[in-house]
């Protein structure tokens, strides 16, 4: 596959606002390796193969296991997350699935004792933009390097 058209370049002011919320992500409450592991599992949901590559390299740099990454395709049927981690992986597959169960009240229940308002309100914007950076990457065929 080709890139279509390479969108930093296209719109740079555009690009430049996911940027400023990437920004403010890197200063919320969630922590990093969590965070890297949210952006994979998006990713993969999405079938986003850049940010795939992106994602569990960056989690690699940051100290994650081979076999977490690994493993992180079937977690449900792993031992080797964390409850907190759990909790993240089951709010991030709904809100990535929206349209699909409009996030249940089941998993809005096994995400609060996890996390706090705030951490909440965090992990969901961090969710909402790896799904919006995949679906640019998809849309223009951003390819890994």
């Given at each position: 596959?080709k890139?279509?058209?390479?969108?930093?370049?296209?719109?740079?002011?555009?690009?430049?606002?996911?940027?400023?919320?990437?920004?403010?992500i890197?200063?919320?409450?969630?922590e990093?390796?969590?965070?890297?592991?949210?952006r994979?599992?998006?990713?993969?949901?999405?079938?986003?193969?850049?940010?795939?590559?992106?994602?569990?390299?960056?989690?690699?740099?940051?100290?994650?296991?081979?076999?977490?990454?690994?493993?992180?395709?079937?977690?449900?049927?792993?031992?080797?997350?964390?409850?907190?981690?759990?909790?993240?992986?089951?709010?991030?597959?709904?809100?990535?699935?929206?349209?699909k169960?409009?996030?249940p009240?089941?998993?809005?229940?096994?995400?609060?004792p996890?996390?706090?308002?705030?951490?909440?309100?965090?992990?969901?914007?961090?969710?909402?933009?790896?799904?919006s950076?995949?679906r640019?990457s998809?849309?223009?065929?951003?390819m890994?390097?």
């Amino acid at each position: 596959m080709k890139q279509r058209l390479d969108f930093f370049k296209a719109v740079p002011n555009a690009i430049n606002a996911l940027l400023a919320l990437e920004e403010q992500i890197g200063k919320s409450s969630i922590e990093k390796s969590l965070a890297e592991l949210v952006r994979l599992r998006a990713s993969q949901i999405n079938g986003c193969a850049f940010c795939v590559d992106m994602h569990a390299t960056d989690a690699r740099k940051g100290g994650e296991t081979d076999r977490r990454l690994t493993a992180l395709v079937v977690w449900r049927e792993t031992p080797f997350f964390t409850d907190r981690e759990r909790a993240a992986l089951e709010w991030t597959e709904a809100v990535t699935l929206v349209s699909k169960d409009r996030v249940p009240d089941v998993i809005w229940e096994a995400v609060k004792p996890h996390f706090s308002d705030v951490e909440i309100v965090d992990l969901t914007l961090l969710i909402s933009a790896i799904n919006s950076w995949n679906r640019f990457s998809i849309a223009f065929r951003k390819m890994p390097a």
